[in-house]
């Protein structure tokens, strides 16, 4: 059986909602270089949480496909064409609703999957107003994105000359390795370019300057990101998943 809500008629989901996790994929529609597609944020936090939701039972909400603000060094900025982003309060309310309403149809237990980087503190703003509001003592939600998940062993193999840091991991070597193996048929491979910022200041600088981010939107090298790398790291990030569910429901 499905694990998708959209594929799911009402009864179905009727019986399942009560006893079921409910993952919430948040992603972001943006730039990812020359190579990838405006999708990357949310084509793979959506799959991701398919292939946790399976091993657990559990109900995948229709992925939200908007996200915060691109930053210069963590996504290249807002200046892209393509990238397409929310203000913080929009966020907060979107998830905010949708998190009551799911809990509306008696669902209690929920993971906020969070495929974006920038999303990060408006998602933990979100989370708070619902567990206000609600005002009940069996709601619990947990909440991480994907990059926090890996394990320090599997980085440490994928990036024997040092690990850039995952801010920085943008359009690069993890995005393009999942992205091989989620859809190879949306990776542009001979258009990879090999690239890193190295003019970003240590600071930001409002409204973002031209030229410190490479023109092509990639923050980090991505040559080295393949498909087999892509398999590593996602069987990884599964098994990490599913046992912080395991452990916390
Ligand atoms: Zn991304
Ligand atoms: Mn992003």
């Not at 990357?40 to 909400?61: C, M, T």
């Not at 980087?117 to 994907?146: G, H, S, T």
Request: charge should be negative; glycine fraction near 6%.
């Amino acid at each position: 059986m499905t694990v998708l809500m959209s594929e799911m008629t009402w009864d179905e989901y009727e019986k399942k909602v009560k006893d079921s996790v409910i993952f919430l994929p948040v992603g972001a529609t943006e730039q990812h270089g020359y190579h990838l597609p405006l999708g990357v944020d949310f084509y793979q936090i959506e799959k991701l949480s398919e292939l946790v939701a399976e091993n657990v039972n559990g109900i995948v909400a229709p992925t939200i496909q908007y996200g915060y603000k691109s930053q210069p060094h963590s996504g290249g900025g807002q200046i892209f064409p393509g990238t397409t982003s929310l203000s913080a309060q929009t966020l907060i309310l979107l998830v905010k609703d949708i998190l009551l309403e799911f809990i509306r149809h008696g669902a209690t237990k929920f993971a906020v999957m969070d495929g974006h980087y920038e999303n990060k503190m408006f998602l933990a703003e979100a989370i708070d107003l619902v567990l206000k509001e609600a005002n009940r003592d069996d709601i619990k939600v947990v909440k991480c994105c994907f990059t926090d998940m890996l394990d320090e062993e599997v980085v440490t193999k994928l990036f024997p000359n040092g690990f850039p840091g995952y801010d920085l991991e943008h359009a690069a070597l993890i995005e393009t390795a999942m992205m091989c193996h989620f859809y190879p048929n949306l990776v542009h491979k001979e258009k990879i370019i090999s690239e890193q910022a190295d003019n970003l200041p240590r600071y930001e600088i409002f409204p973002q300057p031209e030229g410190i981010v490479p023109n092509s939107g990639v923050l980090a090298d991505p040559i080295h990101g393949t498909a087999a790398s892509g398999k590593i790291i996602i069987e990884n990030l599964v098994k990490n998943y599913v046992e912080m569910i395991e452990t916390e429901f």
